[in-house]
């Protein structure tokens, strides 16, 4: 049986993160979302953080005016991006966990502890005709949670396993694939769309792409950082190779 095609969504966060560093105009991640989609990008990914430390609100304006493919809108929970969220109706909503202090995402959402906020939260969004993703650590409590309040998709927080593989913890690594693995087909079960993502290389990107049950994955940093070195165009097809490579390989098993 043919597995259904691995979709590749481009987070270009960190274009915006390399412009604001200056606080001019260059590099314009509208520019490198048209790129990603050249390269076979199917979709693109922006976290409007409450901070605004790279994607700007003119940046999602530009974005849903010139994207052919879905633009998935990383989001915290609160009014202030509900409304933007409202505003723009964009193709899909991703709930993320976001603290000032943090770097980046650091972990998933805490939805089985916030159930009866955030059924409520998302409850609009979905009427708006967004499609709405939780974005989770690979745990059952997490994943029921998450099908308790509505959530038409779960993405699976790939960062402990990225960690461990570039920290040389290959048995904690295979332990946290095993994981994602089991969590992925758990959540299939329950009639979730399984997405995954944060931190994933060439490298990684392998093994959680041959699960059959996962439909879509969200890369971004990597791919910013590739780009310095071979332009983003070739950056971002080599990963759909990884990642193409993976699943014809999971198909013939």
Known sequence: ????????????DHVATVRNARGGAYPDPLRAARLAEEAGADG???HLREDRRHISDADIEGLMGVLSVPLNFEMAATEEMQAIALRHRPHAVCIVPERREERTTEGGLEVAREENRLAHFIAPLREAGCRVSIFIAAEPAQVEAANRIGAQVIELHTGAYCDAHAEGRFSERDAELGRLREMSAFAHSLGLEVHAGHGLTYETTG????????????????????AIFRGLKPAIEEMRRVMDEARLQEGAA
């Open 1 to 12: 049986m043919t597995e259904p095609h691995l979709r590749l969504g481009v987070n270009i």
């Open 44 to 46: 693109i990914t922006a």
């Open 207 to 226: 093994p959680v792409a041959a699960f059959p049950e996962v439909r879509e994955l969200n890369i971004g940093h990597f791919l910013i950082g590739e």
